[in-house]
């Protein structure tokens, strides 16, 4: 079973640029049809699709965020990185990444969550 695990600083100033990695174990982020998310939650809101990345290594970003977001891989780490330029109070949130299954990337489906991590953007 695929696992994911989130680390990164809980605590970012504003303006600084915030950087979240996935560690997946149970499978390979390269395997054919697995595809990875990003996702998060401010406080009091419903969640928030950031972005992801398919097996090939393509990313895909959300537009509201598009210009301040960058998804990247580590392959050889097993590993999958966001970053978030610019922050402001209103990136704080709990961060999640997926894993995803499914013959395409827009007929996937979350198969599994990492188990989310407080970011809060205060200086």
């Known amino acids: 079973q695929v696992q994911l695990q989130v680390s990164g600083p809980g605590l970012v100033k504003p303006s600084q640029t915030l950087s979240l990695t996935c560690t997946v174990s149970g499978g390979s982020i390269t395997t054919n049809y697995y595809y990875f998310s990003w996702i998060r939650q401010p406080p009091g809101k419903e969640l928030e699709w950031i972005g992801g990345i398919h097996y090939s290594g393509a990313a895909y970003l959300s537009p509201s965020l598009k210009s301040r977001s960058s998804i990247s891989r580590d392959a050889s780490m097993n590993q999958f990185t966001l970053q978030l330029s610019s922050v402001t109070p209103e990136d704080t949130a709990e961060y999640y990444c997926?894993?995803?299954?499914?013959?395409?990337?827009?007929?996937?489906?979350?198969?599994?969550w990492g188990q989310g991590t407080q970011v809060t953007v205060s200086s």
């Open positions: 997926t894993f995803m299954y499914g013959s395409t990337w827009y007929t996937s489906s979350i198969q599994n």
